[in-house]
């Protein structure tokens, strides 16, 4: 067996970010943590910092913003992996140039973990983050670094919970909104079958260069699928009201910051259907469950029993 590549994350102590560390090192790789100093002594990132500590992840000190420290930390690995947040995605042009400087890296896996940002149907403001996430592709690409881009779809974390119903912290019980006529399929993955399915890719010859999709089966719902399954879990039919396209478009331009975000993306996916309106071809993209029978993922089904 080859020797397993040396993993460096940007963004590791963030939302995704921590369970993509999480797996690396459980997987074997040498994993390093791109970390400031004050993130080391943040008692809000402290549960965090320890956890890794147990699984032996190395800390690098660093900072996106210090070009010397990004290029002696990406030296030291073989693949770097960006997780880095919604604010930073537009600054990962400094991890690309410190990349080209360092001249060893085998793999960048920008910070995706989301749709495809090549296939999206998308209004503002999500038009935007998904555009700035294309540009860092094209950058990528224009540089020849070698590349994996994980279409992770949606995160179960944020969307299972509540059903999608922005604002809410349990599932219905009584009512639910429905974006659109309920149809279009989107894809839930738990974060931590995120972050295994990530970490397989890294060494793996089939995802060079691809994007990588999770789209397992038994994860991909309509809105109206993923409603009827918790009602026969909770054997209890519920209310449901559906907002029309047109009427979607307008609360979106109405609504606050982050609650126009969260409605933006959905309209690309439960409405426009962006995370299943496309074939995966050989030509640009291969598909995590297939590649990886292996992985028991946690279906929408077993995820959905923890609220009954």
């Not at 943040?42 to 190395?58: M, R, Y």
């Not at 749709?115 to 998308?122: I, L, S, Y």
């Amino acid at each position: 067996m080859a020797e397993k590549s040396k993993i460096l994350v940007i963004g590791g102590t963030g939302y995704i970010g921590k369970f993509i560390v999480e797996a690396s090192a459980k997987a074997g790789h040498p994993t390093f943590v791109l970390v400031r100093e004050s993130t080391l002594s943040n008692p809000a990132k402290a549960t965090i910092i320890d956890k890794f500590k147990t699984l032996g992840v190395n800390f690098l000190h660093g900072d996106l913003y210090d070009h010397g420290s990004l290029v002696k930390a990406i030296k030291q690995v073989d693949v770097v992996i960006s997780t880095v947040g919604h604010g930073q995605l537009a600054d990962q042009d400094k991890i690309i140039t410190a990349i080209k400087e360092a001249g060893n890296v085998k793999r960048f896996f920008p910070s995706e973990f989301g749709n495809d940002v090549d296939r999206v149907h998308a209004v503002e403001p999500a038009k935007t983050a998904f555009a700035t996430k294309a540009k860092i592709r094209r950058a990528v690409e224009a540089e020849g670094i070698p590349f994996t881009y994980v279409a992770s779809n949606f995160f179960a974390g944020y969307f299972l919970p509540n059903l999608a119903q922005p604002g809410a912290t349990a599932p219905p019980r009584d009512k639910v909104v429905i974006l659109g006529d309920g149809n279009p399929k989107a894809v839930f993955n738990k974060e931590d079958d995120i972050g295994t399915y990530t970490i397989r890719a890294v060494d793996d010859p089939r995802t060079l260069n691809k994007i990588l999709y999770i789209r397992p089966p038994l994860n991909t719902y309509s809105f109206n699928e993923i409603v009827a399954l918790w009602e026969k879990k909770i054997g209890k039919t519920l209310e449901k009201s559906y907002v029309p396209e047109e009427q979607l478009l307008k609360n979106i331009q109405e609504a606050p910051i982050p609650v126009n975000v969260i409605l933006a993306i959905g309209h690309s996916v439960f409405v426009k259907g962006d995370h299943t309106n496309f074939e995966i071809e050989a030509s640009f993209g291969v598909e995590a469950s297939e590649l990886y029978p292996d992985v028991k993922y946690t279906t929408v089904e077993e995820y959905l029993d923890q609220f009954v």
